[in-house]
């Protein structure tokens, strides 16, 4: 039988995922609002054989904790951090997607010692505004995961990768439709009350931005002005809609190794 790996925080268990070389340098991969670890799938497919690979599930998804919420990003924050500690990873890389580049921006402006480069994907200083965050909180509060999971992820890929991809896009549907609603409410809150536009020029780790062409959810435009704000930060846009490390692999992939080399 093949043991779960978790950390054991003070309130929580954090489930993860770690491979490859002992000694080799460590990314860390962190995720949307409403995935799991496998959403990293193929990157830790790409880069295991010459990076320790770190995935886990943020707090309230997949296998890790769903304590009562609500949460905030610098309490995901903290979760990194400790998970880290628990693991004696005393710097890494961050690729943070969405949720995730949020959490890369809070690690950014208050543990930069902590991180060697930040990868910030599909994400802003500031998503949506708090009408639209708290109708999906009342949505999923009152009605549960279906209905929003199906909207949500009509907006994750483009059409034409729903259309050609509906293998890749059905486990993730139903991934998000069997997530635990009090867990992805609280961490709704999270992504609603973040706001870093004021500060996030204070950020000094070297730093890439990626964005998905077609994202409705974080435009590429917010993309660009994260990277304009950060001192030496370098601008990608890929040909995906939100979740671009899965619609544009490839090219998402490339990026990162080079940026990850250079």
Not at 109 to 119: E, G, Q, S, V
Request: hydrophobic share 45%; charged share 20%.
């Amino acid at each position: 039988m093949t043991l779960v790996p978790f950390a054991e925080l003070p309130d929580a268990r954090i489930h993860y995922d770690i491979a490859g070389p002992a000694n080799a340098p460590a990314i860390l991969f962190s995720n949307s609002l409403g995935a799991t670890l496998s959403m990293w799938d193929l990157q830790a497919a790409a880069f295991s054989d010459r990076f320790r690979v770190l995935r886990y599930d943020t707090r309230g998804h997949g296998q890790s904790s769903t304590t009562p919420g609500p949460y905030s990003i610098e309490q995901h924050s903290r979760d990194v951090l400790a998970l880290l500690d628990a693991l004696n990873l005393d710097r890494v890389h961050f690729c943070g997607l969405s949720m995730g580049g949020q959490i890369g921006q809070w690690l950014g402006l208050n543990a930069a010692p902590r991180l060697h480069k930040l990868i910030l994907c599909n994400t802003a200083a500031k998503i949506g505004n708090a009408e639209s965050w708290n109708a999906r909180i009342e949505a999923v509060s009152k009605n549960g995961m279906k209905d929003v999971a199906i909207a949500v992820v009509a907006r994750w890929f483009t059409p034409r990768f729903h259309e050609e991809h509906r293998e890749v896009v059905a486990p993730i549907l139903h991934a998000l439709q069997t997530a635990n609603p009090a867990g992805y409410a609280a961490s709704c809150a999270a992504v609603r009350d973040f706001d870093s536009r004021a500060i996030v020029s204070q950020i000094r780790v070297p730093t890439l931005v990626m964005s998905g062409a077609h994202d409705l959810a974080t435009p590429p435009a917010d993309g660009r002005g994260l990277a304009g704000q950060i001192a030496g930060a370098r601008f990608v846009e890929l040909d995906a809609a939100h979740l671009s490390d899965i619609e544009d692999a490839a090219h998402f992939n490339r990026e990162l190794d080079a940026f990850l080399s250079s």
